[in-house]
């Protein structure tokens, strides 16, 4: 199964955890009206969620008088992968990360952090960029964000059924349309676990992918696999004062993941993706 399919396939069953809770609640109406719900989510996404992350991390717009070095790195490798130009941006924080966001290549913006500005050098910088890029190139931030907020829906929705048994809320509704007891325990227990690991499944999925064509843009995998390093033992001695539903867009995992926390970060393993970008290395012989 290639990526494309795999995270259609993994979006389609966030949207039908989101329709199936609908069912127990609602029945047939509930279905609906969870179905459009998810179409609310999509059409959010799409045209503001690139504003918002933005705007959250207080991002400041950098010019090539700015910052001459960066803004030459992402004009010619946006000119190599035959895209228009991100937007570029600044986030003043020790803390060494990255990350891309937009609907698609005509509306994109690449930000980073002043930290990675002190510590990555100019080859450094450039497999960040490509991984970033081919975030772009790829639509990944799109669904990324789709695939974030739907899962942040079925937890919001699981909370409140939660609350709601707690109090009463769902007091004799023991039917088949409401789903009675089973259904509250599917929702309240099963579906957020369930909504997380799909979202983990398509954020793991499509970081791999960007590494991989990130590299094949910038013809240097080792490039990626030392900022890769550098950054990772960064962010585990300074974490990043990041929001958790945003943490998937950045390079590396901004917060802290050690023990158990690691099997639910939204990045695989960064030794694994080291260790993919050396083998691609050594298979076009630049190891």
Same mark, same amino acid.
């Given at each position: 199964?290639?990526?494309?399919?795999?995270?259609?396939?993994?979006?389609?069953?966030?949207?039908?955890?989101?329709?199936?809770?609908?069912?127990?609640?609602?029945?047939?109406?509930?279905?609906?009206?969870?179905?459009?719900?998810?179409?609310?989510?999509?059409?959010?996404?799409?045209?503001?969620?690139?504003?918002?992350?933005?705007?959250?991390?207080?991002?400041?717009?950098?010019?090539?008088?700015?910052?001459?070095?960066?803004?030459?790195?992402?004009?010619?490798?946006?000119?190599?992968?035959?895209?228009?130009?991100?937007?570029?941006?600044?986030?003043?924080?020790?803390?060494?990360?990255?990350?891309?966001?937009?609907?698609?290549?005509?509306?994109?913006?690449?930000?980073?952090?002043? +930290?990675?500005?002190?510590?990555?050098?100019? #080859? /450094?910088?450039? =497999?960040? $960029? !490509?991984?970033?890029?081919?975030? &772009?190139?790829?639509?990944?931030?799109?669904?990324?964000?789709?695939?974030?907020?739907?899962?942040?829906?079925?937890?919001?929705?699981?909370?409140?059924?939660?609350?709601?048994?707690?109090? +009463?809320?769902?007091?004799?509704?023991?039917? #088949? /349309?409401?789903? =009675?007891? $089973? !259904?509250?325990?599917?929702?309240? &227990?099963?579906?957020?676990?369930?909504?997380?690991?799909?979202?983990?499944?398509?954020?793991?999925?499509?970081?791999?992918?960007?590494?991989?064509?990130?590299?094949?843009?910038?013809?240097?995998?080792?490039?990626?696999?030392?900022?890769?390093?550098?950054?990772?033992?960064?962010?585990?001695?300074?974490?990043?004062?990041?929001?958790?539903?945003?943490?998937?867009?950045?390079?590396?995992?901004?917060?802290?993941?050690?023990?158990?926390?690691?099997?639910?970060?939204?990045?695989?393993?960064?030794?694994?993706?080291?260790?993919?970008?050396?083998?691609?290395?050594?298979?076009?012989?630049?190891?």
């Amino acid at each position: 199964m290639n990526n494309f399919v795999k995270t259609t396939f993994l979006l389609g069953l966030l949207t039908g955890l989101l329709m199936l809770i609908g069912g127990l609640i609602g029945g047939p109406r509930g279905v609906l009206t969870f179905f459009l719900i998810s179409m609310a989510i999509n059409f959010f996404s799409y045209w503001v969620s690139d504003k918002m992350v933005l705007r959250a991390y207080n991002a400041q717009p950098i010019s090539q008088q700015d910052d001459p070095e960066l803004y030459g790195i992402v004009q010619e490798l946006s000119a190599a992968a035959k895209i228009p130009m991100p937007r570029l941006y600044l986030i003043e924080t020790d803390t060494p990360n990255a990350f891309a966001t937009g609907r698609n290549p005509h509306h994109a913006a690449v930000a980073v952090t002043s +930290g990675i500005r002190r510590i990555c050098t100019r #080859e /450094e910088l450039k =497999g960040v $960029i !490509g991984h970033e890029l081919s975030h &772009v190139i790829n639509r990944d931030i799109l669904t990324s964000t789709i695939a974030a907020a739907m899962a942040g829906a079925v937890m919001l929705i699981g909370n409140m059924v939660r609350w709601s048994a707690i109090f +009463g809320g769902f007091g004799g509704r023991e039917d #088949e /349309e409401g789903g =009675g007891i $089973i !259904g509250l325990i599917v929702m309240v &227990v099963l579906a957020p676990i369930a909504a997380t690991l799909i979202q983990l499944a398509i954020s793991r999925t499509r970081e791999y992918q960007a590494d991989a064509s990130g590299a094949r843009l910038t013809h240097h995998p080792l490039y990626l696999a030392n900022a890769l390093r550098k950054l990772e033992a960064a962010n585990e001695q300074l974490p990043m004062n990041a929001g958790p539903a945003t943490a998937h867009l950045f390079i590396v995992n901004p917060l802290s993941a050690a023990g158990v926390s690691r099997l639910f970060s939204t990045h695989p393993p960064t030794e694994e993706r080291i260790a993919r970008l050396e083998q691609m290395a050594t298979r076009s012989g630049m190891a």
